[in-house]
């Protein structure tokens, strides 16, 4: 899990990482509504993704020294061995960037964006397949049990799509399942009986681009 307010950190961090990969937007404004609860797990989440996704927290930095000679970032949460801090001026910024790139617009609550990387392309991030699930609104309506049941799940179910990738790509070339990937982490963490197919037709819940 890392600490971004930009698409070239994002970037830059993938090509270090060379691989392909889900990887999670989680937009997470400490003021939201439960958010004191979820930052609770973010250190949890950090050690617990590994190498199977990459999960990236927007408006978060952990870096001290620009964090404490600027007056829009407050601290919030330990991860790891570092301090992190959130600014609302970042996170605005990086929503309006990704509001113009992509047909999404931001809930006002907790939400994450599923997508995967692309290393062997020009662009590292893949937004041709990618799905959105607004995290406050599935906890009102019971969709999802929890946010830490739904980011173990999304945890699971990614390192259950890279072995299925490795396989495949013996037999022939085959991407990463973006809509696998959802569906099966939602699967392990609903709450209501409906199934996931019927749930996923409230677009208030789940927005998603994914071509077949």
């Known amino acids: 899990m890392f600490a971004v307010n930009t698409f070239e950190e994002i970037e830059k961090k993938q090509r270090e990482i060379n691989k392909e990969q889900i990887i999670i937007l989680l937009f997470m404004r400490p003021t939201v509504s ?52 959130f600014s609302n001026l970042e996170f605005v910024k990086f929503k ?9 617009s ?10 995967q990387s692309n290393p062997a392309g020009k662009q590292i991030l893949n937004f041709q397949n990618y799905g ?9 309506k019971g969709y999802i049990s929890s946010f830490s049941r739904l980011m173990e799940a999304l945890v699971r179910s990614s390192q259950e799509e890279i072995m299925a990738l490795d396989v495949m790509k013996k037999v022939f070339r085959k991407r990463l399942s973006i809509r696998q990937t959802v569906f099966r982490a939602l699967e392990d963490c609903k709450r ?8 996923l037709k409230d677009r208030m819940f789940y927005h998603s681009l994914i071509r077949k």
């Not at 959105?132 to 009102?140: A, R, T």
């Open 96 to 104: 309006r960037s990704l509001e113009e790139r992509i047909n999404w």
């Open 106 to 115: 931001y809930s006002g609550e907790a939400e994450l964006l599923v997508l």
């Open 192 to 199: 209501v009986p409906a199934s996931i197919t019927e749930i």
């Open 132 to 140: 959105v699930v607004d995290i406050n609104y599935g906890l009102q």
């Open 34 to 85: 439960g958010a004191a609860e979820m930052i609770d797990e973010f250190d949890y989440i950090h050690y617990n993704s590994g190498e199977s996704c990459s999960i990236y927290a927007i408006g978060y930095s952990n870096d001290f020294g620009i964090s404490n000679n600027r007056s829009d970032y407050k601290k919030v949460t330990k991860v790891g061995e570092n301090a992190w801090f």
